[in-house]
C-alpha cells in the first residue's frame, strides 16, 4: 500500500488556480505513468515516463502540465482546468525490462480526488 | 488493436456462494492479463495476472482467474465470497507483441457487491 504515494489525496480548485499534484514510488520501477479516473468511464492514460523520458501523450490538453525530475517523482501540474477536469487522478509504476519487453505489473498509488469549481 | 470488455458493470452475490466477473479481451497476439481492485477513495490493487503457462491462476485472497484462449476470456473467479470482496474490479490487457509499457487497456470496471 505504501509502494506508491500521491498528494494531496484530496484538492479543490478554481478554474484560474495552478496547482501540482504529487506522486513518489518506493519500489526502484523504472517507468511512471499518469491515468485519469472518471465516473463511468475506463481508466484514461494520460502520460507514460521510462527512464525519466516521456515516451506517451495521449492527446492530453497542455493545461496538464507533466514533469518527472527522477525515476522516483512524477509531477501533474495543472493551470486553468475546466470543470470537466475533475476526476480521480491515478499514479502508477511499473519495472519495464531493459529489452524493452514491458510486462510487468503497475503498482498504482491512492490517487487524488480533483475537483474544479 | 487491442480492446477488453466487461460486460457487467454490476454483479450481486450472496456471502458464501461463489462469484465470477467476466472478462473477454481482443489482441491481435498473445496477451499478457490482468485483474485489478479497487476499494472506495483508494487506487488500483493488483490481484492477478497470466503471462503464461498453467491457464488457472491463482492471486491475492483468494481469488483466481482462468485464461481461455479459444474464447478469449479471463473470468475472475472466487469459490466463496465474502462481504470485504465488495468493490470494483477491473480487467486489464497487453498485447505481448508491443513492447511500450504504455500499451495496457483497461476495460471499464464491473462493481462487485456481496450481501451478507
Known amino acids: 500500500e505504501t509502494g506508491v504515494t500521491q498528494t494531496p489525496r484530496h484538492l479543490v480548485m478554481g478554474m484560474t488556480n495552478k496547482k501540482s499534484l504529487k506522486c513518489e514510488q518506493h519500489?526502484?520501477?523504472?517507468?511512471m505513468y499518469w491515468y485519469k479516473q472518471s465516473a463511468k468511464k475506463p481508466l484514461e492514460l494520460m502520460f507514460v515516463?521510462?527512464?525519466?523520458?516521456?515516451?506517451e501523450n495521449n492527446s492530453v490538453p497542455s493545461r496538464f502540465s507533466p514533469e518527472c525530475p527522477n525515476s522516483s517523482h512524477l509531477f501533474l501540474h495543472l493551470h486553468t482546468l475546466q470543470p470537466e477536469d475533475s476526476a480521480l487522478y491515478l499514479c502508477?509504476?511499473?519495472?519495464?525490462?531493459?529489452?524493452?519487453?514491458?510486462?510487468?505489473?503497475?503498482?498504482f498509488g491512492p490517487g487524488t480526488r480533483l475537483l474544479v469549481l | 488493436a487491442q480492446s477488453v470488455a466487461q460486460p457487467e458493470d454490476q454483479v450481486n452475490v450472496a456471502e458464501g456462494n461463489p462469484l465470477t466477473v467476466k472478462c473477454t479481451y481482443s489482441?491481435?497476439?498473445?496477451?499478457?492479463l490482468f485483474w485489478y481492485v479497487q476499494y472506495p477513495n483508494r487506487g488500483l490493487q493488483f490481484l492477478l495476472k497470466?503471462?503464461?503457462?498453467?491457464?488457472l491462476v491463482k492471486g491475492s485472497y483468494g481469488f483466481e482467474a482462468e485464461f481461455n484462449k479459444s474464447q478469449t476470456s479471463f473470468h475472475l473467479k472466487k469459490p466463496s465470497a465474502l462481504v470485504s470482496d465488495s468493490a470494483l474490479y477491473f480487467c486489464?490487457?497487453?498485447?505481448?507483441?508491443?513492447?511500450?509499457?504504455?500499451?495496457?487497456?483497461f476495460g471499464s470496471g464491473t462493481r462487485l457487491s456481496i450481501r451478507p
Open positions: 502508477a509504476s511499473s519495472q519495464d525490462h531493459s529489452s524493452g519487453r514491458a510486462r510487468e505489473t503497475q503498482y
Open positions: 519500489l526502484g520501477h523504472n517507468a
Open positions: 515516463y521510462n527512464f525519466k523520458e516521456q515516451t
Open positions: 489482441v491481435s497476439g498473445n496477451p499478457y
Open positions: 497470466y503471462i503464461t503457462g498453467d491457464n
Open positions: 486489464a490487457v497487453r498485447d505481448k507483441a508491443y513492447s511500450s509499457a504504455s500499451k495496457i487497456i
